[in-house]
């Protein structure tokens, strides 16, 4: 009886191990298939052409210019907002003496009665916006008296006077100004005309 178990078992053990043994031979044989698949992808992908790698590499270079140019424009457009708000800063600050000025000059004249020193005053005040737009390097437009040009004047009126000639300045409603070359506002005037 000993001898039927022992040959039970051992019959058993030798199941088990030829079931542990086709597993794995099953699990060999996936391996190999998968490995197999996997050198057959690596052989299939195509070599890269030159010429694509080219286009890939033109296409990066692309985008960074795009990028870079759109950094650029970003940076320019905050530099000219500050070189504006630097630019009014400076003109503001010229004319706030003459704003403070001519706060002076309206309490002058609810305190008392002298019109010379409101007339006086009003002078001095002229002056300092005279001297302001000298620092700005703005300058009046002559007018008066000069022949009309429409890149300076504007033509609000014809007058007719037989002492001056044609197409000259006889009266101006607006002095105009200009800053070196640039038009700031254009005078308006009245053109002797003598048809």
Do not use: C, Y
């Given at each position: 009886m000993q001898d039927n178990e022992m040959k039970e078992k051992q019959a058993e053990q030798?199941?088990?191990?030829?079931?542990?043994?086709?597993?794995?031979?099953?699990?060999?044989?996936?391996?190999?298939?998968?490995?197999?698949?996997?050198?057959?992808?690596?052989?299939a992908e195509p070599e890269v052409d030159p010429k694509d790698a080219k286009i890939e590499e033109l296409q990066n270079r692309l985008l960074r210019l795009q990028a870079d140019f759109e950094n650029f424009r970003?940076?320019?457009?905050?530099?000219?907002?500050?070189?504006?708000?630097?630019?009014?800063a400076n003109v503001v600050g010229k004319f706030l003496k003459v704003l403070d000025n001519f706060e002076r000059a309206e309490a002058s004249v609810e305190k008392g009665d002298n019109v010379d020193?409101?007339?006086?005053?009003?002078?001095?005040?002229?002056?300092?916006?005279?001297?302001?737009?000298?620092?700005?390097?703005?300058?009046?437009?002559?007018a008066q008296n000069a022949k009309f040009d429409p890149n300076i004047h504007e033509a609000v009126m014809r007058g007719h006077n037989p002492e001056l000639d044609d197409e000259i300045v006889d009266m101006v409603f607006e002095k105009g100004y200009k800053l070196g070359d640039k038009v700031i506002r254009h005078s308006k005037v009245r053109v002797n005309t003598n048809e």
């Open positions: 030798e199941a088990a191990e030829a079931k542990v043994a086709e597993q794995e031979t099953a699990e060999t044989a996936e391996a190999e298939k998968a490995e197999d698949a996997k050198n057959a992808e690596e052989a970003r940076r320019t457009n905050i530099e000219k907002e500050q070189l504006s708000t630097f630019v009014t020193a409101v007339v006086d005053g009003m002078k001095k005040i002229r002056r300092q916006f005279e001297d302001a737009f000298k620092d700005l390097k703005v300058e009046e437009i002559e």
